[in-house]
């Protein structure tokens, strides 16, 4: 019996409100037109990061609510995630909202991964209105998994830039808006690398293992798309998909963008581009929905990768598994 990987929505779920809050740098990037809200400075009015990134989530979550014309009393459940250990910002924030809530981490592939088990529940009539949500902050993520930002350590050209950022968005039953058609969920993938600065080349194959698995289930090649693009590959990781894809017989054309190595500029020196769970939380409820709702995009895949590791095992000598979940987005009727 074939293992299921790719559920299909029959009562497709509706994305009836998203917002995105950035940091000032990314407040100048290629993106800056389509955020709801950028902040002047990364502390967002608040004592340190931590508590910033927090507040950043909390900001996103209230942003989508009202852009769906609902309460915050009308939401039932939040699925949230982020970096930090315990995904303390998530669930802090949640503090805050009388609802259920569910705790995810897939890493930078969050978003995605909220999605799709948030579209499972709208779709089988369990849940009325849905919020899922995701961030990250450079800050926090660099003094947590890599230097204390005093050391000012010089980064290596393989590495990203974590973005500081969150991403919420509202999905329901009914509703006008893009509409949730399908999601494959990802398995884990190991390639045995351990480079905590080349996570581009550690999430790539696992792109490619649910990009493969996606269009087999669907029946769909690239060219069904309007738009496809992955999480926070970078500059290095997308190349390597394309050519991990190109072996298997399958040609990513112009139609294909990665969300990290489109969010920076060239002089902003991001290196290999942008990642962190805000990286295409941030894409998605700014630049992606504005593309769907315009009619710009009328069929988006959506695949967010993440990897999957620790401080601790990383200075076990571990090597990093890497994973990507896929949501297709369609534009919807009007």
């Not at 503090?95 to 995605?112: K, P, V």
């Not at 000012?152 to 329901?172: D, I």
């Amino acid at each position: 019996m074939a293992k299921i990987q790719t559920v299909k929505f029959k009562n497709r779920p509706v994305i009836i409100g998203s917002y995105s809050i950035v940091g000032p740098k990314e407040g100048q990037g290629n993106f800056k037109n389509y955020f709801d809200y950028i902040m002047q400075d990364d502390r967002f009015g608040e004592k340190t990061y931590e508590q910033a990134e927090k507040k950043m989530i909390q900001h996103a979550i209230i942003g989508a609510i009202e852009k769906a014309h609902l309460k915050t009393s009308d939401v039932d459940l939040l699925l949230a995630g982020d970096l930090l250990n315990q995904i303390i910002s998530s669930s802090y924030a949640a503090r805050d909202f009388s609802c259920a809530y569910l705790g995810l981490f897939g890493a930078c592939s969050t978003m995605a991964e909220s999605i799709a088990v948030g579209a499972s529940l709208v779709n089988g009539g369990l849940f009325n209105n849905v919020v899922c949500s995701t961030a990250s902050h450079f800050s926090t993520a660099e003094r947590q998994f890599r230097f204390p930002l005093e050391l000012g350590n010089q980064r290596p050209p393989t590495s990203q830039w974590t973005v500081t950022g969150a991403g919420s968005c509202v999905l329901a039953q009914s509703g006008k808006g893009p509409v949730v058609t399908s999601a494959t969920f990802g398995k884990v993938i190991d390639w045995g690398i351990n480079d905590v600065n080349d996570m581009g080349a550690v999430m790539a194959p696992a792109a490619m293992d649910t990009m493969l698995t996606h269009f087999r289930d669907t029946k769909t090649t690239p060219d069904d798309y309007d738009l496809i693009v992955t999480g926070d590959l970078g500059k290095l990781g997308s190349e390597i998909l394309i050519d991990l894809m190109e072996d298997q017989g399958i040609k990513l054309g112009l139609n294909y963008n990665d969300c990290g190595q489109m969010y920076f500029t060239r002089e902003q020196s991001a290196l290999s581009g942008g990642s962190g769970c805000g990286c295409c939380a941030t894409v998605l409820n700014s630049f992606i929905m504005k593309k769907l709702q315009d009619g710009k995009y009328k069929k988006v895949l959506f695949m967010p990768t993440g990897a999957l590791m620790s401080t601790t095992a990383a200075q076990q000598g571990e090597t990093i598994p890497g994973i990507c979940h896929a949501v297709v987005i369609e534009r919807g009727e009007d």
